[in-house]
């Protein structure tokens, strides 16, 4: 009986010692393992080295860069960090989340598929997104709002998208062009949040 309660013990002091992702689950905010002095090896110890890769990943116009992923394989928990020291995998440059439906909530409760009005109420005023149909489209400037300097110290970036191909009349909303994210005619597009970004400046790394 001793030997029992003994191995009992001894699995339920192995389980208390496995790395415990925090609760909520899946937030991302600027600090924590996601901090401005995080590194790779610090989101292996939380979220365990299966779950943690470095590779290559592809950003806007095709360009490529190295960065650490957690849930590679997952899209609904796809998270990717990009670090100022590469070579050492430290100090996050930019922290990146993919597509509707992704797990991770950021600061302040972003959330991709957030509609623009939602993101306009959590900047505090409004703010200008690029046109759409070309390789920046929809990309958030919140310079001047609360989003520009998040608790922590990092930044939110975003890009918005529409689930339908602009009408006629609201061509002039293609290409190099800056919308308000109040505009009357954008809003009735339902423009959804579906990619962004927390990125730490240089100076703070």
């Not at 020291?85 to 100090?91: G, Q």
């Not at 070309?134 to 998040?150: I, N, P, R, W």
Request: some cysteine; hydrophobic content about 40%.
């Amino acid at each position: 009986m001793k030997r029992i309660i003994l191995a009992l013990v001894l699995l339920a002091s192995s389980a208390l010692a496995q790395p415990q992702i925090p609760q909520p689950r899946y937030v991302v905010e600027c600090r924590g393992q996601f901090g401005p002095k995080a590194t790779h090896a610090d989101l292996v110890k939380v979220y365990g080295a299966n779950n943690v890769t470095f590779g290559e990943v592809v950003r806007a116009e095709g360009e490529k860069v190295k960065a650490t992923i957690l849930f590679a394989k997952d899209p609904t928990r796809r998270l990717e960090i990009e670090w100022y020291d590469e070579k050492k995998r430290a100090k996050p440059s930019v922290i990146t989340v993919f597509k509707e439906g992704n797990q991770w909530t950021g600061p302040l409760g972003i959330k991709n598929g957030l509609y623009i009005w939602d993101i306009e109420k959590l900047a505090g005023k409004p703010f200008k997104i690029n046109g759409f149909e070309f390789d920046v489209a929809g990309a958030a400037h919140v310079s001047g709002t609360k989003l520009e300097k998040l608790p922590g110290g990092c930044a939110f970036g975003g890009h918005f998208d529409i689930d339908r191909a602009l009408p006629d009349e609201l061509r002039r909303f293609v290409g190099e062009v800056e919308i308000d994210s109040n505009d009357p005619d954008l809003l009735k597009l339902n423009p959804k949040l579906w990619i962004y970004t927390l990125s730490y400046p240089p100076a703070e790394n």
